[in-house]
């Protein structure tokens, strides 16, 4: 069964620090670009960074560039998103999904469940 799992959201104060992380089952990561997307309540859904398959080159929204780091290690099946200086403004269910397409990591193939990240004080 191909899945993909989210992990690492909670409940942070603003400048705080989260890591979140994706696991593949069922398929490997390797030939994928891989995204992180996120939805605010009343909000669309909107790409918030997206690493490459070959090359390890990454892309972010301007929103979180500075501050967001996405990477992979195709040994663990496994991309991370790390999360620093936190607003509130970056509160949303965050969903890692993969694409055959770079930079944007448009048109998913899979996606996550998602985890929920909030940032509040």
């Known amino acids: 069964q191909l899945q993909l799992v989210e992990s690492g959201g909670g409940l942070v104060q603003p400048g705080g620090s989260l890591r979140l992380s994706c696991a593949a089952s069922?398929?490997?990561?390797?030939?994928?670009?891989i995204g992180w997307f996120r939805q605010a309540p009343g909000k669309e859904r909107e790409g918030v960074s997206c690493?490459?398959?070959?090359?390890?080159?990454?892309y972010y929204a301007d929103s979180v560039k500075g501050r967001f780091t996405i990477s992979r290690d195709n040994a663990k099946n496994t991309v991370y998103l790390q999360l620093n200086s936190l607003k509130p403004e970056d509160t949303a269910v965050y969903y890692c999904?993969?694409?055959?397409?770079?930079?944007?990591?448009?048109?998913?193939?899979?996606w996550g469940q998602g985890t929920q990240v909030t940032v509040s004080s």
């Open positions: 690493i490459s398959s070959s090359d390890g080159s990454t």
């Open positions: 069922g398929f490997t990561l390797d030939y994928y670009a």
């Open positions: 999904a993969v694409s055959k397409l770079f930079p944007y990591c448009s048109s998913p193939d899979y």
